[in-house]
Structures are given as C-alpha cells and as structure tokens.
C-alpha cells in the first residue's frame, strides 16, 4: 500500500510542472482559476503545517525541538530568497527588469533550487501520514502549475520550439522528486529528535512558502467580480485537510 501510495505522489508531483509547461504555449488559465487554485493549495499547507506536522514534531521530539526546526525552515526558504531570488507567478511578471530570455532561464533556476525543499515537505507527508501526503503532493502541484507556466511561455516565445520549452520547462520537477526520495528513505533512518527537527522544519518551509507566495500573489489582484472567492478557496484547502485527517 504504502509503495503505491509512494509511486502515486511521484506522479502527482510530475504533473504540476508538466501541466504549468503545456498551458504556457497552448492556453494559459485565467487569473481566476489559478488565483483561487492558488489559495486553496495554501490552506491545506497551512492547515496540515499546524494542525499534523506541528504537533506531531512536539510528539514524537519536544516543543523547542519543533521551535528550532520550524526557524530551520523558514530560514532555508528565506536564505534561497536571498540568493536566487524567486519570481512569483503573479501574472507572469518579474520581479526586476530583465530580456524575456534571461527571464525565462532565471526562473527556472529558482524554482529548481526551491523544489527540493518542497520534494522534502512532500516525503515527510507520506511517512507522517499516507492520505495527506496526497493531499500535500496535490497542493504542491498546483502551486507548480502556475510556475509552469511561467517557464515555458516566455522561453516558448523566444525560441518558437514547443518541444524545448515543454522539456525545460517540465524537468523542473526533477529535483522536487530527488527532494522527495532523499526525505521518504532518510527518514527511516535517524532518530526521533532529528526526525521532530525535520518535521518541524518540513512545517516551516510549507508556511513560508504560503506567507511568502501562495496568498499574496492569491490576493494581488483587486476585482469586484471576484469578491473574497480566494478567502474562500484557502478556507476549502483548510477544511479538505480536516475532513481528510477524520478518516
């Protein structure tokens, strides 16, 4: 059960990427739709961050070991911020001037570097818990969609190869399932207090990500016609994590 489980995240986590690269040289999603996937793959980081791998780290560790691995990950995060700074996928845009081209090339470098870290969150969900380790993988993944996205179009746009674009743009998910495999085995093997460190920090790097990406760039855009539908959709990631963790 649990290697099929296992195969299935892999998957899951692929196809973040792999959808994000096809739409960025077919048809890119409206704003709607992915602000509101967006926010709904923050409520279930935050709900599973705060109400699973919290208290399971202070379970299984102590409360300052969860302290320290929490500040971990957070740091880590903000450090990968500092040295390759992320675009954020807000529509598309970047965060400093730059040719379309270097563009392209620079995000995909941040977003390698950042989803190691996520392959981790997600294969410390599957060892904690097997059925929100895919909700996990599944939130993870539409966060990539838009970064997706936002590789191939721009590189698509410069080059005119479809092909190229889409295989660039997709092996972003490569490290994330490195990240992945190094968390799953590495976490059988150590100590309860390193492994309360880990689960900590896994929760760190999941807050960070949704207080740093996944909500500003949900709310960044101020239409009438949308209302408080992405406070909406964040409550509904919560609440997915809720009901799942009932059975």
Known sequence: MELSYTILIIIISILGPVIGSVLGFIKRPSDFFMYNMLAFAAGVMLAVSFLELIPESIGISSVWLCFIGIIIGSIVMYGLDKLIPHIHPELCRQEQGRRLEKTAIYLL?????HNFPEGMAMGIGVVTELKLGLLVALAIAIHNIPEGVCTSAPYYYVTKKRLRS??????????TIIGFLFAHFLFQNISMAIAGIIIAATAGIRIYISADELIPTSCSRRDARWSHSTIFSLI???LSVIVLGSF
Not at 109 to 113: R, Y
Not at 168 to 175: D, L
């Open 236 to 238: 509904v990631g919560v």
């Open 109 to 113: 470098l941040g977003i390698f570097l």
């Open 166 to 175: 889409f295989l660039i743009s997709s092996s972003t998910a490569i490290p």
